[in-house]
């Protein structure tokens, strides 16, 4: 299995910054993609912010496009989101998404590939 743990959700004013990390730990053969969403209040549906595939290429929705940073760390299988003028719309609960690959009975062969999610951490952007 794999776990997504996650840190540093907060509250702070519009304006400043916080730093978002998830670790995935368990047994798996790679990590195709690593991500974060978010579900803000009142909505049922959790919202792209970035992602980073392992070819290196990075994705931001629209609304975080020169605030937000997000980076890989590939040797600790954790991912960052660096958040900067942080806006009350930013309030939301933030979840880390992880594409991972499997293993397999052959070391050099990836299983099927599933998607993670992890418990969500709170972001509150008070004005």
């Known amino acids: 299995q794999v776990q997504l743990s996650e840190s540093g959700g907060g509250l702070v004013q519009a304006g400043g910054s916080l730093r978002l990390a998830c670790a995935a730990s368990?047994?798996?053969?790679?990590?195709?993609?690593m991500g974060w969403y978010r579900q803000a209040p009142g909505s049922h549906h959790r919202d792209l912010v970035a992602?980073?595939?392992?070819?290196?290429?990075?994705n931001y929705a629209d609304s975080v496009k020169g605030r937000f940073t997000i980076s890989r760390d590939y040797a600790k299988n954790t991912v960052y989101l660096q958040m900067s003028s942080l806006r009350p719309e930013d309030t939301a609960v933030y979840y880390c998404?992880?594409?991972?690959?499997?293993?397999?009975?052959?070391?050099?062969?990836?299983?099927?590939?599933?998607?993670?999610w992890g418990q969500g951490t709170q972001v509150t952007i008070s004005s």
């Open positions: 998404n992880a594409e991972v690959a499997l293993r397999t009975d052959y070391a050099d062969m990836a299983g099927p590939i599933y998607d993670y």
């Open positions: 992602t980073d595939k392992s070819d290196g290429s990075t």
């Open positions: 368990g047994n798996f053969f790679s990590i195709n993609a």
